[in-house]
């Protein structure tokens, strides 16, 4: 029987009142992680991916309008303990959006990948909401922050090893020269770099999810092993459009397009390389039989520079030519 996303079904009284005080309850309780996600150092990194758990859980018992309800009591309730304008950005940008979006898919029954996706376009969105409004609402760009940030950190670095002896002053010009070329890089890469993030904040919520829900009997759907992710077939044309883009016209300055394509060309190379660790967990874990050995080697790999190569290489032939099922084939 399909459940009404909207919660629409025909209550009585007595439910009608249930349902607003499990709202009430719960936004009070999604302000508390609030509060102590901010002044808890440690243990708000974790309370962070717990906010938009209560509102999934009122639509899964009561459907969305019980949900949004929810959304605009956190944000009033916040707004008296946290301020006006953080309560906003939390409550709306990642409560609000955030555990909507878990808790329709939740209650629509969709799939793992497809949770997740659809989450890591609404974070991406929330987060893109945050950058806009904190310059005129609070006076703080932050992308210049971020970058004044990284460039501070670099030359305190530098002036950390020269002081202990770990560089040569004569060497400290060319170490700072390349630390200016890192945030350059990332100031160019800063639209991958902020989807990549949004989707790993997607999926640590929903890692989240899976843990908690399903404890207090809630059916959340589980994503595919590890050693199952394959890039599709259809990636690799996106990877070959831009990398020639690269080629052709990379010595160019200033055309967005280009900066665009270099963009896609890092993201999609991260998927590559990701699905490549897949691959190799996939054989390690076959022949080691240590789970946590062949983890831990992919890991490895993966960080090293000529895991960087081989392992993207690695998962693009294995979008076309499948090598679990060949090998599968040949042990049966």
């Not at 806009?132 to 940030?149: D, F, H, Q, Y």
């Not at 004569?170 to 989707?199: I, K, N, R």
């Amino acid at each position: 029987m399909a459940i009404s996303i909207w919660g629409g079904e025909q209550q009585d009284g007595s439910s009608a009142v249930r349902a607003l005080t499990e709202s009430a309850l719960l936004a009070a309780i999604t302000v508390l992680l609030m509060f102590a996600g901010n002044f808890l150092p440690l243990a708000g990194m974790f309370l962070v991916l717990m906010w938009p758990v209560p509102v999934m859980l009122v639509i899964l018992r009561h459907g969305i309008r019980y949900g949004l309800m929810t959304v605009a009591v956190t944000v009033v309730l916040g707004a008296t303990f946290l301020g006006l304008l953080h309560a906003v950005f939390t409550g709306v940008t990642v409560v609000g959006f955030i555990g909507v979006i878990f808790g329709v898919g939740l209650r629509a029954g969709w799939d793992a990948p497809t949770l997740v996706g659809a989450a890591s376009v609404v974070v991406a969105i929330s987060f893109l909401m945050i950058i806009a409004l904190s310059a005129p609402l609070l006076g703080v760009n932050i992308i210049e922050t971020v970058r004044t940030s990284l460039q501070e950190g670099f030359e305190m670095a530098v002036d950390t090893y020269i002081s202990h002896g770990l560089i040569d002053p004569e060497d400290a010009e060319q170490t700072e020269q390349q630390m200016q070329q890192a945030v350059e890089l990332v100031d160019l890469l800063f639209p991958a770099l902020f989807l990549m993030s949004a989707a790993v904040y997607a999926l640590w919520t929903f890692l989240i999810t899976r843990w908690f829900l399903p404890r207090l009997g809630y059916e959340v759907p589980v994503l595919p092993p590890f050693a199952t992710w394959k890039a599709p077939v259809w990636l690799a044309l996106v990877f070959l459009a831009s990398f020639m883009l690269e080629m052709l016209w990379g010595q160019q300055a200033g055309p967005y397009w280009l900066d665009l394509a270099r963009n896609v060309f890092f993201i999609v190379n991260m998927v590559y390389l990701v699905c490549g660790a897949a691959l190799l967990y996939f054989f390690l874990q076959r022949y080691l039989r240590l789970r946590w050995v062949a983890a831990a080697a992919c890991f490895f790999v993966a960080m090293q520079s000529f895991g960087a190569l081989l392992l993207p290489l690695a998962a693009i032939l294995d979008s076309g030519l499948d090598f679990r099922d060949r090998v599968g084939s040949q042990s049966a």
